[in-house]
């Protein structure tokens, strides 16, 4: 499921992209915000399927081996562990899996299947498929252990699939390694004898409702924000202050005068650690000095309202 640190980012992605469109439909923006939070899960599933995919694909290569007219022995008797799979057989018996891929047409891998091909071929020549066959036992640890092992090792650092996603949707960009977080996670969380079930995509309704009122507060209040910041740095010109940079002050402002259940110090610290993977080299360091100050006069000012964890 998507965590807030991710929702922070795709917020700062859209504010970006207004800033530099020059745009300021904000209710578009935020539709758009929403749906491209929502295309993650198709990311997500699409990840599962190509398990399965890969799956089929060695049962259908089985089987034109087998009628060979100088079959070998091999293509006569060949190790079919990976069709037995039991973790994979959950995951294509999910409900809730297929569900969504008849509701949102996820044909991806029968439209463009030369991507199951690629997958297919790279876990052929690996030793993680090797020892795979080549172990004695039976049982669903091993089963899944080898599905993590090729999610991780095959699928998630393939550049050509990596370039695939990114050309069908360029949010995904960005929402790639977390997503192959997400799915490591949802296999590493199955159990035997248990229904394998799609995660959701928010953890709860606080977090589904925090994407569109964090991005609508800060883009609405954006002005007044930039009045605070000039404030805090007499010796910079606002043109002169990287434009993440004042985004993620921006939306770290919002956060301490409107989430009363965040503390100040989970604000500034997610923000620090966004600004270390999207802005400049010194960037972390300005936005920590800068929400300091300002984080000090508001508390002082009595302009802060936390309550439950956000006192914390």
């Avoid at 899996?97 to 052929?124: C, F, M, P, R, T």
Wanted: net charge neutral.
């Amino acid at each position: 499921m998507i965590n807030r640190r991710h929702i922070r980012v795709k917020v700062m992605q859209s504010m970006y992209a207004m800033q530099q469109s020059k745009n300021d439909d904000v209710v578009k923006e935020g539709k758009f915000l929403k749906h491209s939070i929502l295309k993650m899960f198709d990311l997500y599933v699409l990840n599962l399927l190509m398990i399965i995919e890969v799956q089929k694909l060695t049962e259908k290569k089985i089987a034109i081996s087998k009628k060979k007219m100088l079959a070998t022995k091999e293509d006569l008797t060949p190790n079919t562990k990976i069709l037995n799979n039991v973790l994979i057989d959950a995951i294509k018996n999910s409900v809730g899996l297929e569900s969504y891929y008849e509701i949102n047409k996820l044909n991806n891998w029968e439209v463009d299947s030369e991507y199951v091909k690629i997958i297919y071929e790279e876990l052929l020549k690996s030793e993680i498929y090797r020892n795979y066959l080549d172990t004695f036992e039976n049982s669903f640890n091993v089963d899944r252990s080898f599905v993590i092992d090729f999610f991780r090792e095959i699928i998630a650092p393939n550049e050509k699939l990596a370039e695939y996603y990114e050309d069908k949707m360029i949010t995904w960009v960005d929402d790639i390694p977390f997503v192959n977080t997400w799915v490591m996670k949802t296999l590493s969380k199955s159990k035997n004898n248990a229904t394998f079930i799609l995660e959701s995509l928010y953890k709860n309704k606080d977090d589904e409702d925090f994407v569109l009122e964090l991005f609508n507060k800060t883009f609405l209040k954006q002005h007044i924000y930039e009045k605070e910041i000039a404030s805090k740095t007499p010796n910079w010109e606002t043109d002169r202050i990287a434009d993440i940079d004042m985004i993620l002050i921006k939306m770290a402002i919002t956060e301490f005068l409107n989430f009363p259940s965040i503390p100040v110090k989970v604000s500034i610290n997610e923000y620090i650690e966004i600004a270390k993977d999207y802005s400049t080299q010194k960037s972390s360091f300005f936005i920590n000095g800068v929400l300091d100050k300002i984080s000090k006069e508001f508390e002082r000012d009595k302009r802060i309202e936390k309550i439950g964890r956000g006192l914390l």
